[in-house]
């Protein structure tokens, strides 16, 4: 049973940084992927940014592309997600999730699809940007 534990979400400034990090135990050996959701209020669930683990390829969201990075520690048992330059709108809870897809399903269907059949999920942690 793959477990997700988030941390990291805090109150930060409009062009501020800080990272959210994402304990992850029971993961699958073969294909999957693991990475970032967010859900604002009164919006759905998105995606943010993936990691392909059979060669470490990285998937971004339009919205993120150039201000966030999603890395793992040195185990791979820890998925980080690095937020700078952050806006109001990425106020949201910040789910970490996993699911056991086959390698190409996001260069295939797209990351919102991805969302759809991750198999496992954190219970999220809150970042607020606000002055």
């Known amino acids: 049973q793959v477990q997700l534990v988030e941390s990291g979400g805090t109150l930060v400034e409009p062009g501020g940084s800080l990272t959210l990090s994402c304990a992850a135990s029971?993961?699958?050996?073969?294909?999957?992927?693991v990475g970032w959701f967010r859900q604002a209020p009164g919006k759905e669930r998105e995606g943010v940014a993936v990691?392909?683990?059979?060669?470490?390829?990285?998937y971004y969201s339009d919205s993120v592309a150039g201000r966030f990075t999603i890395s793992r520690g040195n185990f791979g048992n820890t998925i980080y997600l690095h937020l700078k330059y952050v806006k109001p709108e990425d106020t949201a809870v910040y789910y970490c999730?996993?699911?056991?897809?086959?390698?190409?399903?996001?260069?295939?269907?797209?990351?919102?699809?991805?969302?759809?059949?991750?198999?496992?999920w954190g219970k999220g942690t809150l970042v607020t940007v606000s002055s």
């Open positions: 999730a996993e699911g056991a897809i086959r390698m190409g399903y996001v260069d295939d269907y797209g990351l919102e699809r991805l969302r759809k059949a991750m198999d496992f």
């Open positions: 029971g993961l699958p050996p073969d294909s999957y992927y």
């Open positions: 990691i392909q683990h059979n060669d470490g390829k990285t």
